[in-house]
């Protein structure tokens, strides 16, 4: 069982800056990907970032896309998303999530079986 806690969101004005944190309670070396999705109240929930754990190899959603950075500290068994130029509508609550086994559609959230609790972020204009 891996429990994932996100850290890190709050208030921020239309091109400034974040960085969400994802720390897990245990080693992560069973984890294969982790990724942050978005859900903006009455919309579904998005792919924003992933990242192949091992490997580092690293996935965006196009509207995200040289705004957002994810990463990994594997020896604080934490992963990060930075969130730069931050937009109006990047407002959301941001969940991470972790995959055990390979899955080669890194935005399918069907694949994670570990969530966090969500952290909301606002962007203001």
């Known amino acids: 069982q891996v429990q994932l806690v996100e850290s890190g969101g709050g208030l921020v004005q239309a091109g400034g800056s974040l960085r969400l944190s994802c720390a897990a309670s245990q080693r992560t070396f069973s984890v294969a990907t982790v990724a942050w999705f978005r859900q903006a109240p009455g919309k579904e929930r998005d792919f924003v970032a992933g990242i192949r754990w091992r490997i580092n190899s690293t996935y965006y959603a196009d509207a995200v896309k040289g705004r957002f950075t994810i990463s990994r500290d594997s020896a604080k068994n934490t992963a990060y998303l930075q969130i730069d130029s931050a937009k109006p509508e990047d407002t959301a609550v941001y969940y991470c999530?972790?995959?055990?086994?390979?899955?080669?559609?890194?935005?399918?959230?069907?694949?994670?079986?570990?969530w966090g609790q969500g952290t909301q972020v606002t962007v203001s204009s």
């Open positions: 999530a972790a995959a055990l086994g390979y899955y080669r559609n890194v935005a399918a959230s069907g694949a994670y079986v570990y």
